[in-house]
Nanobody, 120 residues
């Protein structure tokens, strides 16, 4: 079992910055990906960014150049630095962990979500 605890959401004006943090605890295997998804009101949940245990990253096109994802493997923590925020970034942001052992099924865990609101 894995627990994900998120922090750092809030209200910010357009052009501002926020940092989201997610700490994972529990049975985390060496093969894992940590990431952030978001879900705006009335829309489907979408990937914002993800980072593999080896450090490779992937980002949604809509946030490239504005958001940066990083991780601390020793602390099982993933950070999402969000700069130059836009009203369209308003959503509930969810931390996600995917982890597996070689040859076994993938386990998929979610945080409780943190609200990010960007005012114009």
């Amino acid at each position: 079992q894995v627990q994900l605890v998120e922090s750092g959401g809030g209200l910010v004006q357009a052009g501002g910055s926020l940092t989201l943090s997610c700490a994972a605890s529990g049975s985390i295997f060496s093969i894992n990906t940590m990431g952030w998804y978001r879900q705006a009101l009335g829309k489907q949940r979408e990937l914002v960014g993800a980072i593999l245990s080896g450090g490779s990253t992937a980002y949604a096109d809509s946030i490239k150049g504005r958001f940066t994802i990083s991780r601390d493997n020793a602390k099982n923590t993933v950070i999402l630095q969000m700069n130059n925020l836009e009203p369209e970034d308003t959503a509930v942001y969810y931390c996600n962990l995917k982890t597996k052992r070689a040859g076994e099924p993938l386990y998929d865990y979610w945080g409780q979500g943190t609200q990010v609101t960007v005012s114009s």
